[in-house]
Structure formats: structure tokens, C-alpha cells
């Protein structure tokens, strides 16, 4: 009696191994596209932040850090921060680490930002895609792993779209609510003069919504490295990597010191893109 009826039975995952045979078999030279596509973009960050010796990058956050928030206290803790992660001996590590995330987010924004705009424009889009975003949030990051493998391989490619589909929720919705509630008498009051309804989002809603889709963007980032230690499981090199290698042979110290790079590179990300995210809210304030 505690067996379920056989016939109720749905073979749902019988549909979908058959669903990625076809895949593999009928698709395989668009994924060989794409991956090549991501490799050459995450190279291109990994070229430029290995080029930059760290005596030179570290000021230059610093600096960025300082401008934007004219307090000197955050420019000295960014540079505290990451002269920790060097001395504990991964830096080059970290910045493998950075442009894996570099380019998960940008891809991220690529597809979340338009995505965001379709939703936002049309109730029947919102319609269709918020179920995904919820399933995609809902849903144990350790499965986007399976097909990524399966269509990639495993390395780095397969990691970034693992994270890819991870972080991208957080950027579409935000940005679909930031345009969604920009105020209806700048929308009115715009179109009373003429102008279209593409000008009307990108003069009108889009500037609005600016302080919105920035918290869409640092919401994105935060989850992009927080995938860096599962991502690592599939090829992925960094500090998520020195992590797991801690794990499997009970490393604690080193552990502790992969991990805690890992938070520094998070809060000086999170405090970075906050700030600018205040900046634009402030200067929408103003106008």
C-alpha cells in the first residue's frame, strides 16, 4: 500500500535524457560556438588582470574605490584586503577567480538587462518567464552542473554557464521592477511631447530605473562568486578550487585562508557596485 500506482508514473526523465540526446546529436556545433564565444571573453579578462603586476593593481582599486566614495578609510580597507589575499599566496588565483566572474556577470547582463526590458514592456513575457526565474532560483545550484557538463565538457566553460544561470535571475527581475515603477507622469508627460515609445524607454525609463538595475547588477555579482566553490567541482580554477582541494584533505587552515579571500573579494565587489548604485539614485534624486 505505500508503493505509488505504477501507472501514475510521468517519465519525466526519460523526456529529458531524450530531449539531450537530441541536443547533443543536432545542436552540439551551436554549443561548440558559445563555449569557444565564453572562453575567448574570460581569457580576455584573465589577460588583463594577470598583466597587471599587483603592486600597480592594488593602488588602482584603491584609487577607483576612493573616487567614488571620497572616503579614505574604504580606498585603505580595499588595499588591506587585498594585500591579505596576497600575502596568504593567492593572488594569481584570485584574479583567476575574478575573471571567471568577470565573465559570468557580463554575459549575465548581456541576457538579464534586454530580458529585464522584454518583461517590463509586455505582462504576457513577465507571464512566461517569472515562473523560470523562480525555478531557476529555487532550484539546487548543483544541477545546472549536469547539463552544463553534458553540452561542454568539463573546464571552465561549463562553470561560467553554470553560473551564468545561477546569477541571472537577481538582474531581470530588477530590472523589470525598476522600469516597471518608474513614475507614470515622466512616462505620460514624454509621450505628450511626441516621442516613442523606444525613446520613451531609453531617454525616460531606462535613466529612471538606473538605481534599480545597479541593484540588479551587484545582486548578480554577490551570486556569481558565491558559485565560485561549486563551479570549482566541474574545472573550474581559483579560489573555489583551493577550497574543495581543502575539503578533500581536511585542510582546515588552508581552508580558512581560500575561504577568507573569497569574502574579501566579495565585500570589495559589494561595496563598489553599491556605491555606485547610491551615486545613481542620488543623481536621479537631483534631477
Known amino acids: 500500500m505505500q508503493n505509488f500506482p505504477e501507472f501514475f508514473r510521468i517519465p519525466l526523465k526519460d523526456w529529458i535524457d531524450s530531449l539531450m540526446s537530441w541536443l547533443l546529436s543536432n545542436v552540439q556545433p551551436v554549443f561548440d560556438v558559445i563555449g569557444w564565444i565564453i572562453l575567448k571573453v574570460m581569457k580576455g ?8 603586476p599587483w603592486f600597480i593593481f592594488i593602488p588602482l582599486i584603491a584609487f577607483i574605490g576612493w573616487q567614488m566614495t571620497k ?8 588595499a588591506v584586503m587585498l594585500l591579505l589575499i596576497g600575502s596568504f599566496g593567492y593572488w594569481e588565483m584570485a584574479m583567476q577567480t575574478l575573471s571567471l ?10 541576457i538579464g538587462i534586454p530580458t529585464g526590458i522584454a518583461m ?3 505582462n504576457r513575457v513577465e507571464a512566461i518567464i517569472k515562473p523560470m526565474l523562480d525555478a531557476m532560483q529555487t532550484m539546487p545550484s548543483f544541477v545546472y552542473l549536469i547539463p552544463a557538463l553534458m553540452f561542454f565538457g568539463l573546464g571552465r566553460v561549463p562553470a561560467i554557464i553554470a553560473t551564468i544561470i545561477y546569477a541571472v535571475p537577481p538582474v531581470i527581475r530588477l530590472t523589470n521592477v525598476g522600469i516597471r515603477t518608474v513614475d507614470p507622469e515622466a512616462v505620460e508627460a514624454a509621450k505628450a511631447f511626441g ?20 541593484v540588479g547588477i551587484n545582486q548578480t555579482t554577490m551570486m556569481a562568486l558565491s558559485m565560485v566553490v561549486i563551479s570549482s567541482m566541474i574545472g573550474a580554477k581559483g579560489l573555489g578550487m583551493e577550497v574543495l582541494l581543502a575539503i578533500s584533505r581536511i585542510e582546515v587552515g588552508k581552508g580558512f585562508e581560500a575561504g577568507i579571500s573569497i569574502v574579501f573579494l566579495a565585500i570589495i565587489i559589494d561595496r563598489i557596485t553599491h556605491y555606485i548604485a547610491e551615486r545613481q539614485e542620488k543623481k536621479i534624486k537631483e534631477h
Not at 579578462?45 to 597587471?52: K, M, P, W
Not at 572616503?71 to 580595499?78: N, R
Not at 566572474?101 to 548581456?110: K, R
Open 45 to 52: 579578462f584573465e589577460f588583463i588582470f594577470t598583466i597587471i
Open 120 to 122: 517590463a514592456q509586455s
Open 195 to 214: 516621442a516613442r515609445r523606444k525613446q520613451v524607454l531609453w531617454d525616460v525609463q531606462l535613466p529612471l530605473a538606473k538605481s534599480s538595475i545597479m
Open 101 to 110: 566572474v568577470s565573465a559570468a556577470v557580463l554575459f549575465s547582463l548581456l
Open 71 to 78: 572616503k579614505w578609510k574604504f580606498a585603505a580597507g580595499i
